[in-house]
């Protein structure tokens, strides 16, 4: 330790281990209590690091705090990389959150929400330092400097505070979360530019046109590259890491050498490599074959060690102690009032201009007033080319945490029993809903077709089953030049991102199994009768039921059907028990009829005991059932019913009760003429041959209409 300490002037070990525990603990500590009153874990952060910092541990322990946070250039540049590493993680996470087709959509609210907010704060920033007394200024700083760079401190939002607060609130999701990010990035990018601008002026005496113009076209052309070459690179390795078994470390690894490719493209742009880490973000959230679990392993890594070191820094730098001065302290008030009403009013009027509700105004002005790294770089920046004092170096650190605290509380208050506006409320319940589905999500869709009618069947269940934005893939196995007809698909599958793939393999069924582990999240597969009684349904269909890694959808046509499937159905059978795989196939049954407007006869059969006191065999959906006396299969059809209403299906539901199941709902199906039945069951090998159940192998062999299989795995 000691030749280690000579070595690298000073640094000591300890004291650094010492650092990143005190911080990571009492950030934690802090956190918890915040969250207890109603306020984000990163208000307690910030407040864990203003009480280790000298404003509280430097009164209270001096000799101790010295040793804790020593005046030593390779200390301090330690803890903070261990900072800097955080606040790129936490703006990954963020880029993964950030939904770019939304905010293209609220582009106009986007573009007058980040010019009110920087320019009104900018101009207020401007007068107030014009205003400020001699004690806030260095020695021989240009007063018209010194303005510029309080103006900067008091306009610019933090995206990475910004984004924690949303995350934490459950409000990255809500129209105003995206318009707060995509103002919250704008700030960043516009407040590094200017950073660098002011600071050539205040070292050289003038400003370079051409280097703000270069920088400015820099992050122009990063943007743009990144989001086509970079995303083609991106998505290669993704693609090699499924095909070598879906890793999850390799994943990983993909996303942090993206991380740090992007941040130091863009610090050697000129502008900090934060914004390439969000930049990242988006790019590997955009990736079709990104890992499932990855998102959810940098949250933990970020959230647990990361995030609070990040946020507990920008805290140790603020003293209270140079604020002894009733003057000093007068202004300081006064600077924080400035940054926080004319933040609020800047975002609140571009809000109102565009057009979005008063409480959208509301909360995106308290979101922006958010603050962090960025005032702290340009506090220190100051403070170094002799434009701040002391004094003024102290108040700059401290509006952040005072403005974050003010942000997080308005925010919550603001936020508080509003649920948005209509079409809002019906978005963010679409994406809960899919948030709890098993089958029906916004992963891609995989559709192996040699173009024949029972794919067309497939396409279409698929297509009214799933929701728009995910994406299709054709896979055709054969010869390349082989003649395959896929426009009827297109035809299906239209408004949908749609792509055909051919592939050369000896073996169709392992290259089904090749292509589906690439990040897709179902197999739509068409099937029509075969007569060998070896085979459950056909040899394709088989292999891929045996050897699928993901749900798989089987649509066995109609007989003696003359055209690819009717243009909707008009009634259909969906047997429900208590099930996940019951409830995945009501999630296919449930959007079918939410756009088609089929409907639903929701059936769960019991053991023969005997005629139901009191209930009908067939009952309309808004029936209302007795649930004192209500056995378990009411109670299941019960519960789908509601699931059913959740997502607008046309329901009517029976509760049968026979020796066999299968027989009774064939019975059902001839009795409604229903021309649809939904079935669930796990994928499961027995044998040499893939077995579904004897219900529904019986119904598949039995019925005329067409037969949905939605079908799981046993390991998800």
């Given amino acids: 330790m000691t030749v280690f300490a000579a070595e690298t002037g000073?640094?000591?070990?300890?004291?650094?281990?010492?650092?990143?525990?005190?911080?990571?603990?009492?950030?934690?500590?802090?956190?918890?209590?915040?969250?207890?009153?109603?306020?984000?874990?990163?208000?307690?952060?910030?407040?864990?690091?203003?009480?280790?910092?000298?404003?509280?541990?430097?009164v209270v322990w001096e000799s101790g705090f010295e040793w804790f946070l020593?005046?030593?250039?390779?200390?301090?540049?330690?803890?903070?990389?261990?900072?800097?590493?955080?606040?790129?993680?936490?703006?990954?996470?963020t880029g993964f959150e950030t939904d770019l087709g939304l905010i293209s959509k609220l582009g106009r609210p986007a573009l007058l929400v980040t010019a009110g907010s920087l320019v009104v704060p900018l101009i207020a920033g401007v007068v107030v330092g014009l205003m400020l007394p001699s004690v806030f200024l260095a020695e021989d700083a240009q007063r018209t400097t010194f303005t510029l760079f309080v103006a900067l401190a008091l306009s610019v939002s933090s995206l990475a505070v910004v984004a924690k607060i949303l995350s934490e609130l459950g409000l990255m999701r809500?129209?105003?979360?995206?318009?707060?990010?995509?103002a919250g990035m704008a700030n960043d990018v516009v407040g590094w530019v200017m950073l660098g601008v002011f600071t050539g002026l205040a070292t050289s005496g003038e400003v370079s046109v051409g280097?703000?113009?270069?920088?400015?076209?820099?992050?122009?052309?990063?943007?743009?590259?990144?989001?086509?070459?970079?995303?083609?690179?991106?998505?290669?390795?993704?693609?090699?890491?499924?095909?070598?078994?879906?890793?999850?470390?390799?994943?990983?690894?993909?996303?942090?050498?993206?991380?740090?490719?992007f941040g130091v493209a863009t610090e050697w742009l000129g502008v900090e490599a934060v914004l390439g880490a969000f930049v990242a973000g988006v790019v590997l959230n955009r990736s079709r074959f990104q890992h499932e679990e990855v998102i959810g392993h940098l949250e933990g890594l970020t959230g647990a060690l990361f995030a609070p070191v990040f946020f507990a820094t920008a805290g140790l730098q603020v003293d209270l102690r140079l604020l002894n001065d009733a003057e000093a302290l007068w202004w300081a008030l006064v600077l924080l009032l400035v940054g926080i009403v004319f933040k609020f009013a800047g975002a609140y009027g571009g809000a109102r201009l565009a057009g979005r509700t008063h409480r959208a105004g509301l909360a995106l002005g308290a979101g922006l007033n958010a603050r962090g790294a960025l005032e702290i770089v340009i506090a220190t920046v100051g403070l170094g080319v002799g434009v701040f004092s002391p004094t003024a170096f102290s108040?700059?650190?401290?509006?952040?945490?005072?403005?974050?605290?003010?942000?997080?509380?308005?925010?919550?208050?603001?936020?508080?029993?509003?649920?948005?506006?209509?079409?809002?409320?019906?978005?963010?319940?679409?994406?809960?809903?899919?948030?709890?589905?098993?089958?029906v999500r916004t992963s891609r869709l995989l559709l192996p077709s040699r173009g024949?009618?029972?794919?067309?069947?497939?396409?279409?269940?698929?297509?009214?089953?799933?929701?728009?934005?995910?994406?299709?893939?054709?896979?055709?196995?054969?010869?390349?030049?082989?003649?395959?007809?896929?426009?009827?698909?297109?035809?299906?599958?239209?408004?949908?991102?749609?792509?055909?793939?051919?592939?050369?393999?000896?073996?169709p069924v392992q290259a089904v199994i090749d292509e589906s582990r690439l990040g897709f999240g179902v197999i739509g597969l068409g099937a029509q009768d075969y007569e060998d009684t070896f085979q459950v349904i056909s040899p394709l269909v088989d292999g891929v039921l045996s050897e699928s890694p993901i749900?798989?959808?089987?649509?066995?046509?109609?007989?003696?059907?003359?055209?690819?499937?009717?243009?909707?159905?008009?009634?259909?059978?969906?047997?429900?028990?208590g099930s996940p795989v019951s409830r995945a196939a009501q999630e296919v049954a449930f959007n079918l009829s939410a756009q088609l407007g089929t409907e639903l006869h929701l059936t769960h059969v019991s053991a023969t005991r005997g005629e139901p006191a009191g209930l009908p065999s067939l009952f309309s959906r808004r029936m209302i059932l007795p649930r004192g006396d209500a056995d378990v299969g009411e109670r299941v059809v019960e519960q789908a019913m509601a699931h059913a209403d959740e997502l607008g299906a046309t329901t009517r539901a029976a509760v049968l009760e026979g020796a066999s199941p299968a027989e009774e709902i064939l019975k059902l199906v001839q009795e409604i003429e229903a021309d649809l039945v939904v079935m669930g069951a796990h994928l499961r090998r027995v044998g040499d041959r893939p077995f579904l159940g004897h219900r529904v192998e019986q119904v598949l062999r039995d019925c005329d209409a067409t037969v949905v299989v939605v079908l799981i795995p046993f390991d998800l």
Avoid: K
């Fill in 452 to 507: 024949g009618p029972e794919s067309i069947a497939a396409a279409q269940v698929l297509h009214f089953a799933w929701p728009i934005e995910a994406g299709a893939t054709v896979l055709t196995v054969g010869a390349r030049d082989a003649e395959v007809d896929i426009e009827p698909l297109r035809n299906v599958l239209y408004d949908r991102p749609l792509e055909h793939r051919r592939v050369r393999h000896d073996n």
């Fill in 174 to 182: 809500r129209d105003f979360g995206q318009i707060t990010v995509a």
């Fill in 551 to 577: 749900p798989v959808v089987v649509v066995r046509r109609a007989r003696n059907l003359d055209r690819p499937l009717p243009g909707a159905f008009s009634r259909a059978v969906v047997p429900v028990t």
């Fill in 211 to 261: 280097q703000v113009l270069s920088t400015l076209g820099g992050i122009a052309a990063f943007g743009v590259l990144a989001l086509t070459v970079g995303q083609r690179v991106v998505d290669l390795f993704l693609r090699r890491v499924r095909r070598a078994g879906s890793s999850l470390a390799a994943a990983l690894t993909v996303c942090m050498v993206t991380m740090l490719a």
């Fill in 70 to 93: 020593p005046d030593v250039a390779e200390q301090t540049a330690a803890l903070q990389a261990v900072s800097w590493v955080g606040v790129a993680l936490l703006l990954v996470v």
């Fill in 10 to 58: 000073g640094f000591d070990l300890l004291v650094f281990w010492v650092q990143i525990l005190a911080l990571v603990t009492a950030a934690h500590l802090f956190g918890l209590v915040m969250r207890r009153v109603g306020l984000p874990s990163v208000v307690g952060a910030l407040l864990a690091g203003l009480v280790l910092g000298p404003s509280v541990f430097g």
């Fill in 395 to 439: 108040v700059i650190v401290l509006v952040p945490v005072i403005t974050s605290l003010f942000a997080s509380a308005m925010l919550r208050g603001v936020v508080n029993n509003w649920q948005g506006t209509p079409d809002e409320q019906e978005r963010l319940g679409r994406e809960q809903a899919l948030s709890r589905n098993l089958v």
